[in-house]
């Protein structure tokens, strides 16, 4: 087996990452791969700063975007921390080596009237119950996708309107749910005894009774959202940013919206202020007699 692929197993069994995510490390580290063969680098130890450095450029001039060239830096400093802690290497060539810097991209929400529109759904089937229960959970919770698919049963409570999830990393974290939230759970959890098949533990089941996919999630999100004529573009992960977003307006409790989301860093959390402050600057233009334009 190459070291790659005892990356790729150490990434799911020992650090327990999604598959998704170490899907994406294999994608960025199978491009590393490909270059080093073009470069006729058959060996990770003679791979030295300059190599990676080379690399990144390499890609950024490709087209590939600052965020990307980011991403793939990070794989390949992640790999060869790996290399290093198994032995393979003495050193990791890719520490200290910077992407081209990206301009801070603020993520899209929809407003709350645009989200009342979206949970405004009026169940007629059970399949509907579940729509409404996942959307409304998504945006009470600020649920990350797979959060919401790998939600388990016993991890819901309804008594004390909580949902215990596993994040990021494997770190657990308890989120409240809100009252509209749990009105429809409970409607879809009374609907979903006669669709799940025997033995089946996900609170969410597709038509078959099994769990539902994250793919399939975000179809149904962007087909209710186009049946309540939003914007092009809604997501399942749009559900989070708002939360964050309105949370925000609401409190001014930095730290709190990072502890709910279950970030790392309280960084990765600030990226709120821009949108909150622009929701401010809003405000203040519509509303300061020295900043409302004369008619």
């Known amino acids: ?12 069994a020992e650090r327990r990452l999604s598959p998704l995510t170490v899907s994406a490390y294999r994608r960025e580290l199978d491009a590393f791969a490909q270059w080093c063969a073009q470069q006729q680098l058959d060996d990770w130890a003679r791979i030295d700063a300059q190599h990676v450095r080379s690399f990144a450029a390499r890609s950024h001039a490709g087209g590939l975007q600052a965020r990307s060239v980011q991403r793939r830096l ?18 990791n060539p890719a520490v200290g080596i910077s992407a081209p810097k990206a301009g801070k991209r603020l993520p899209h929400t929809l407003d709350v009237d645009q989200m009342g529109r979206l949970l405004s759904l009026t169940p007629r089937n059970a399949l509907e119950w579940r729509d409404l229960a996942m959307m409304e959970l998504l945006y009470s919770s600020g649920l990350r996708l797979a959060e919401l698919t790998g939600l388990e049963l016993e991890n819901l409570s ?3 309107r909580t949902v215990r999830v596993l994040g990021k990393g494997r770190k657990e974290r308890v989120m409240p749910v809100g009252k509209q939230a749990v009105a429809a759970l409970r409607g879809w959890l009374r609907e979903r005894a006669a669709l799940a098949a025997p033995g089946e533990t996900a609170v969410f089941i597709n038509h078959r009774g099994r769990r539902i996919g994250a793919r399939a999630v975000q179809l149904l999100v962007a087909r209710h959202a186009r049946a309540q004529g939003l914007p092009q573009g809604v997501h399942p992960h749009l559900f989070r940013h708002s939360f964050a977003t309105h949370l925000l307006e609401s409190s001014r409790d930095l730290r709190a919206v990072q502890e709910l989301l279950g970030h790392a860093s309280i960084s990765t959390t600030q990226v709120y202020t821009h949108l909150d402050f622009q929701h401010l600057a809003r405000i203040y233009e519509s509303s300061h007699p020295r900043a409302r334009r004369r008619g």
Do not use: C, K, P, Y
Request: net charge neutral; glycine share 6%.
């Open 1 to 12: 087996m190459n070291w790659i692929e005892r990356f790729h197993q150490h990434l799911a």
């Open 74 to 91: 990070s794989a390949v400093r992640t790999f060869f921390g790996f290399l290093m802690r198994e032995g393979a290497v003495t050193h």
């Open 158 to 160: 309804l008594a004390d």
